[in-house]
């Protein structure tokens, strides 16, 4: 399954994964394709067999605080959006910790890690005893091995506070910490706090994973107290490296599943901050506690993709010049906005082994825009001066429909990437006039040899 790698109609950001008995769950936030706002009125709740992460099982929705055509509200006193939720268990029960838009955040209860959660409790703490103007925005929860439990949360200023573990939902007096990772002026904007926080313990170790200051990558900080400080170790992800727009922040989190961890994090579509949708890399923690950085990929939860079956185009991880995804309807996602020059990028694809070919045959399903052009096609790099290798390039038309292309036959495992060009008119002012114009849009593509 690639990335994104739940249905492509879905989209879940803010990840926070969590591993009950043999299934990882995924919560997050619950955006709408085409979305003008970020969130929800309801959550939802996805899941996976430990032993096949490519087939996820939809739950449903978890909670509400709209009524539906199927569900009435279930959390009081608010009818806005949910944003970034937390599942943790604790003595059989699971609890949902929500940050709610303009409203107090709360915790619901379930005695399923799937849900549906009963509204429980608004958070109750005396005033002095809450930082973030008592808003909790982006909690994310610990259960510590001694019961104890921590919240942690804020924006761009950190803060944490020990919660009652016989309530789950009462901040125990005088618990709070402020700048619990570092949000002052003077701290690096790569290292300073955002918001997104999501705590892990990993043996005696306390990861604090965070959206750091206009960025949009994923930061970790970590400590050898579950009450920090925590100090910033690095980055996980990054999502502005070789993808243009947009450059929203991101949220997520890491998880082990097997003997494999794995950074969960949300990609934007439609040219914007929202739409966003959920992906996953493989990481290493190393023995020192550190995490290198991991590039973003089509993969999922996968090692390589073959090109021998239809490719939708966005699944993209390389998107160059502005070009972004977009949602035509149900059915159909294409790579827009592609004009001279754009680069689209996949990693990575295994061709296999066959040298009985010199050639093989590209098609590629566009949407016309009423230009000639063409895809440019390259491996390992989009450009010779990074190590890269065009292998050919495959016309298109004016029009809706599939154009095809005789290119290099290729062995191995290689990224793949498409550079636009667009057709030059001999006539000086007709090539001002097509200068910068949508050339195309790409649906998918299949290679056969």
Partial sequence: MANPFLPLWEYIPDAEPRLFGDRVYLYGSHDLPGGLNFCDYKLKVWSASIHDLNHWECHGHSIHTRDDADHKASVPGTDKQFYAPDVVEKDGKYYLYTYIRDSMGCVSVSDKPEGPFTFLSNYQYAPEDAGDGGIFNDIGVLVDDDGKVYAYYGFQHSCMNEIDPETMYKVLPGSLKRSVIKDDPDTPTEERFYEASSPRKIGDTYYLIYSPCRSPRLAYATSDSPTGPFTYRGYIIDNGVDFDKPQGNDHGSICKIGDQWYVFYHRMTNGGITSRRACVEKITILPDGTIPPVEMTSLGFEDSLSPYYPVKAEIACVLTKDCFVTEKDLFCRVITDIKDGCVIGYKYFEFGEDFSSKTMKLT?????????????????????????????????????????????????????????????????????????????ELEEFVFLK
């Fill in 364 to 440: 590629v399903k566009i949407k016309g825009c009423g230009q000639k052009g063409a895809l440019q096609v390259w491996i390992d790099a989009p450009d010779e001066g990074r190590g890269g290798r065009c292998i050919g390039k495959v016309e298109t038309g004016l029009g809706d429909g599939e154009y095809s292309a005789r290119v290099e036959n290729v062995t191995g495992r290689h990224a793949l990437y498409f550079v636009a060009e667009r057709y030059t008119p001999d006539d000086e002012w007709m090539d001002e006039f097509f200068k910068g114009r949508n050339i195309c």
